[in-house]
């Protein structure tokens, strides 16, 4: 229940061709406290609520529990969030035995595409698409419980 995975901001919108699925996400957070991140999801007809623990230093890893729950649960749930709800749209691409998952954020975080790469180990190797470019993890500002607070529309860039 250890969760590790990288994020990367993305250079062009390549990752839509080459992207095997995608659908919609909206969240909210009932506790963003970085000690303990409860997280609920609506993913088309589907809820899951979502338990993180601190992350590690280095931002790699961290404790992950979730579980499904039903559509009508995960909406009730997103009333009782933190101000803050997150919508985006999720697309899945294939890159050798990995899967990039690439959030196009909208609202309050239009215009913020961030991938993540879930690893099975701190020095999993994966092949890097073109289009992935910088990498943030461990960068708190990018995780979606601070976006929630602080949207990327409210950036100095």
């Not at 749209?89 to 991938?115: T, W």
């Not at 180990?121 to 995780?143: A, C, H, Q």
Request: proline fraction near 2%; glycine fraction near 6%; hydrophobic fraction near 40%.
């Amino acid at each position: 229940m250890i969760e590790i995975e990288r994020k990367y901001l993305i250079t062009s919108s390549k990752f839509k061709e080459e992207a095997v699925k995608h659908y919609a996400i909206k969240q909210g957070f009932l506790n963003s406290d970085p000690l303990r991140t409860v997280r609920v999801r609506l993913v088309n007809d589907k809820g899951i609520i979502t338990v993180k623990g601190l992350s590690s230093d280095d931002g790699l890893a961290r404790f992950e529990w979730e579980k499904e729950i039903s559509a009508v649960e995960a909406e009730s749930l997103i009333q009782l969030c933190e101000e803050g709800i997150i919508d985006k749209v999720r697309y899945e691409v294939k890159v050798g035995s990995h899967i990039i998952e690439v959030d196009e954020f909208f609202g309050d975080n239009e215009g913020l595409i961030i991938a993540e790469i879930e690893l099975n180990s701190v020095d999993d190797k994966f092949e890097k698409p073109i289009w992935l470019g910088k990498e943030v993890t461990g960068d708190i500002k990018y995780y979606n419980s601070q976006l929630s607070k602080n949207p990327y529309k409210a950036w100095k860039l």
